[in-house]
């Protein structure tokens, strides 16, 4: 069931993320300070995927900062056979090649 | 049949409550079967008053011989060096250290307040708290960086917040048998018996760590809690996975991610909030690495070991 409600907002996902919907991509989240100020903006959202996506400042592409690629791939909060994000704020189906600005390793 | 005493300074008696609790062995064990005269403790002592001070006086005189004498808590030097805020039959409680570590078989610092000062010792630290031979990671303390009791030793240190109640009966039962030449400590002075693995050490969270596959929220029955929830246990020197509490489970087998609470610099980041229980990252790569592992390594390694992770590991794993 979950995987079926995925597949349909992870394509309503990309149509908005190629269509150049614009995100807050940046500033990235560069230090602890900015991370839990990003998050709570997330928490205090009410359940809207555009919104949330701004906020947490998606790309349908990796971001390279300071010579590291940032993609969702290779983010902590990432589960690679679900292809999904699990950081609790956000918690969405994601592509592996994606990225945002609350990228961990 | 050799003496103990102990005694506390600026604690919290968390370090009483774990000792009374041990089971291998209990406290009641350290009396009849390894022969250890309990003299005074805050929680079992019988003397009060006049009486507890004269046996206090017979053990500085040397007239007591005093074998094992246990610390707990900080020493408490305020106001102004004078150790008033903590007075203790008649006196300074910091003046009884001075003179009972010097007629002391051995010393035994027990929980974070006596080893490196703690809780109490965090900034600004208002108590002007010391541990009894070291202050946070530096050497010295309160009894300074020579100091070694009778019997030849630094303080011993058992350190935790508390102490897991069978390292400190352990420790004691080492020293009342004889057998504290054997013990080797590391360069904390925490017997290595305990303190050179780490937290991580059996922890049942390994194989997350190893696929990179995180708990996002306690108590979750998958994921390590090293790469979101401040996990301090690959650089944590502790039992804590190898002699389980309550000899169930740890912090770290119930979700809970482990705070660094034997190491000296402990409660790490002052406790600002918003610090303890996150990982703190810079440009979103963890700030404190897993002892002996370097960023660039941590990286590569990371993003190799979550492309291969099997199906299973995002899965609960853990059943209650
Ligand atoms: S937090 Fe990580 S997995 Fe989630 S969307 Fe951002 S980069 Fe992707
Ligand atoms: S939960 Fe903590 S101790 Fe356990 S594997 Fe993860 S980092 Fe190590
Ligand atoms: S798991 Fe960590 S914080 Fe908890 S008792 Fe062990 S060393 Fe201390």
Same mark, same amino acid.
């Given at each position: 069931?979950?995987?079926?409600?995925?597949?349909?907002?992870?394509?309503?996902?990309?149509?908005?993320?190629?269509?150049?919907?614009?995100?807050?991509?940046?500033?990235?989240?560069?230090?602890?300070? &900015?991370?839990?100020?990003?998050?709570? *903006?997330?928490?205090? +959202? =009410?359940?809207? $995927?555009?919104?949330?996506?701004?906020?947490?400042?998606?790309?349908?592409?990796?971001?390279?900062?300071?010579?590291?690629?940032?993609?969702?791939?290779?983010? &902590?909060?990432?589960?690679?056979?679900? *292809?999904?994000?699990? +950081? =609790?704020?956000? $918690?969405?189906?994601?592509?592996?090649?994606?990225?945002?600005?609350?990228?961990?390793? | 049949?050799?003496?103990?005493?102990?005694?506390?300074?600026?604690?919290?008696?968390?370090?009483?409550?774990?000792?009374?609790?041990?089971?291998?062995?209990?406290?009641?064990?350290?009396?009849?079967?390894?022969?250890?005269?309990?003299?005074?403790?805050?929680?079992?002592?019988?003397?009060?008053?006049?009486?507890?001070?004269?046996?206090?006086?017979?053990?500085?005189?040397?007239?007591?011989?005093?074998?094992?004498?246990?610390?707990?808590?900080?020493?408490?030097?305020?106001?102004?060096?004078?150790?008033?805020?903590?007075?203790?039959?008649?006196?300074?409680?910091?003046?009884?250290?001075?003179?009972?570590?010097?007629?002391?078989?051995?010393?035994?610092?027990?929980?974070?307040?006596?080893?490196?000062?703690?809780?109490?010792?965090?900034?600004?630290?208002?108590?002007?708290?010391?541990?009894?031979?070291?202050?946070?990671?530096?050497?010295?303390?309160?009894?300074?960086?020579?100091?070694?009791?009778?019997?030849?030793?630094?303080?011993?240190?058992?350190?935790?917040?508390?102490?897991?109640?069978?390292?400190?009966?352990?420790?004691?039962?080492?020293?009342?048998?004889?057998?504290?030449?054997?013990?080797?400590?590391?360069?904390?002075?925490?017997?290595?018996?305990?303190?050179?693995?780490?937290?991580?050490?059996?922890?049942?969270?390994?194989?997350?760590?190893?696929?990179?596959?995180?708990?996002?929220?306690?108590?979750?029955?998958?994921?390590?809690?090293?790469?979101?929830?401040?996990?301090?246990?690959?650089?944590?020197?502790?039992?804590?996975?190898?002699?389980?509490?309550?000899?169930?489970?740890?912090?770290?087998?119930?979700?809970?991610?482990?705070?660094?609470?034997?190491?000296?610099?402990?409660?790490?980041?002052?406790?600002?909030?918003?610090?303890?229980?996150?990982?703190?990252?810079?440009?979103?790569?963890?700030?404190?690495?897993?002892?002996?592992?370097?960023?660039?390594?941590?990286?590569?390694?990371?993003?190799?070991?979550?492309?291969?992770?099997?199906?299973?590991?995002?899965?609960?794993?853990?059943?209650?």
């Amino acid at each position: 069931m979950r995987e079926n409600n995925d597949k349909d907002t992870r394509e309503t996902i990309a149509t908005l993320l190629v269509s150049g919907f614009p995100t807050e991509a940046f500033p990235r989240a560069d230090s602890h300070e &900015m991370i839990l100020d990003i998050v709570a *903006r997330l928490h205090a +959202l =009410p359940d809207d $995927l555009a919104q949330k996506l701004t906020v947490a400042g998606f790309t349908p592409e990796p971001v390279d900062i300071d010579g590291l690629s940032q993609s969702c791939e290779t983010c &902590m909060y990432y589960l690679v056979h679900q *292809r999904f994000c699990e +950081l =609790p704020e956000l $918690l969405l189906p994601v592509e592996p090649e994606w990225s945002c600005r609350l990228w961990r390793i | 049949m050799p003496n103990m005493l102990w005694l506390q300074g600026g604690a919290c008696s968390g370090n009483t409550m774990s000792f009374l609790n041990a089971e291998e062995p209990s406290a009641c064990d350290l009396v009849t079967d390894f022969g250890i005269n309990v003299l005074w403790h805050p929680s079992l002592g019988l003397e009060l008053g006049e009486n507890l001070q004269k046996m206090l006086n017979g053990l500085v005189s040397g007239e007591i011989p005093l074998d094992i004498f246990v610390f707990e808590g900080s020493v408490v030097n305020a106001p102004n060096g004078t150790g008033q805020w903590n007075r203790f039959a008649g006196r300074a409680m910091k003046d009884w250290v001075s003179d009972l570590c010097k007629v002391a078989g051995y010393v035994v610092a027990v929980g974070d307040c006596a080893t490196w000062g703690g809780i109490p010792a965090t900034a600004p630290n208002p108590s002007d708290s010391q541990g009894l031979q070291f202050l946070k990671r530096s050497h010295g303390g309160y009894l300074g960086t020579g100091y070694t009791s009778k019997a030849g030793l630094p303080v011993i240190n058992v350190p935790g917040c508390p102490a897991h109640p069978d390292w400190i009966t352990q420790i004691v039962v080492a020293v009342a048998t004889g057998r504290g030449g054997e013990l080797t400590l590391d360069e904390f002075q925490r017997p290595k018996t305990f303190f050179t693995s780490f937290t991580q050490t059996g922890c049942t969270r390994n194989m997350h760590f190893a696929y990179k596959v995180s708990a996002t929220e306690f108590g979750q029955r998958k994921g390590c809690l090293f790469y979101d929830l401040g996990c301090r246990g690959p650089m944590t020197h502790s039992p804590c996975n190898r002699i389980l509490w309550n000899r169930q489970s740890s912090k770290t087998r119930a979700g809970m991610p482990c705070m660094g609470c034997t190491e000296p610099e402990f409660p790490f980041f002052d406790l600002a909030p918003g610090t303890v229980f996150k990982t703190q990252t810079v440009m979103g790569v963890p700030k404190d690495m897993p002892t002996g592992v370097d960023k660039s390594g941590y990286i590569k390694l990371t993003a190799a070991a979550k492309a291969a992770s099997p199906r299973w590991a995002e899965e609960d794993i853990f059943v209650v």
